[in-house]
């Protein structure tokens, strides 16, 4: 069930990214709660969505989610160039990219959290599967 939640909470928090930075770079007004149900969607992934299994995997996969956000230093020029291209696109993808940042750092925050704790409460640390 847990895994359903945790499903539904991933593509719910991708739906609502999209949504919220289209209508942020299109220059709509954006609905304040909309960040708000992202970091809230974002807990609920790292909570119900991140198996032992995964967790390598997830939190790669969250540092590249995250350093496309913060990749340059200079987003407005990004966004002016990909304007050239088409009229708005680059605030768009900005937009976009900001919002999945917002789901995505909780859940990571998370998980990291995660397992950091199972690191630090086994005597062991982290266990190699060496000399089994």
Do not use: C, R
Request: no cysteine; glycine share 10%.
């Amino acid at each position: 069930m847990d895994q359903k939640i945790g499903g539904f909470a991933f593509i719910a928090g991708v739906l609502i990214a999209l949504l919220g930075g289209t209508m942020s770079g299109l220059g709509m007004a954006e609905p304040g709660w909309i960040i708000v149900v992202l970091v809230i969607l974002g807990l609920i992934v790292g909570f119900m969505n991140v198996s032992d299994k995964e967790i390598t995997a997830f939190l790669i996969a969250a540092i590249a989610l995250l350093s496309i956000n913060s990749a340059t230093s200079d987003k407005e020029k990004i966004s002016n160039s990909l304007d050239l291209l088409l009229p708005n696109l680059g605030k768009v993808i900005v937009n976009i990219t900001n919002h999945i940042a917002a789901f995505v750092a909780p859940a990571a925050l998370i998980a990291a959290l995660t397992e950091v704790y199972k690191i630090a409460s086994t005597p062991e640390g982290i266990k190699t599967g060496k000399g089994k």
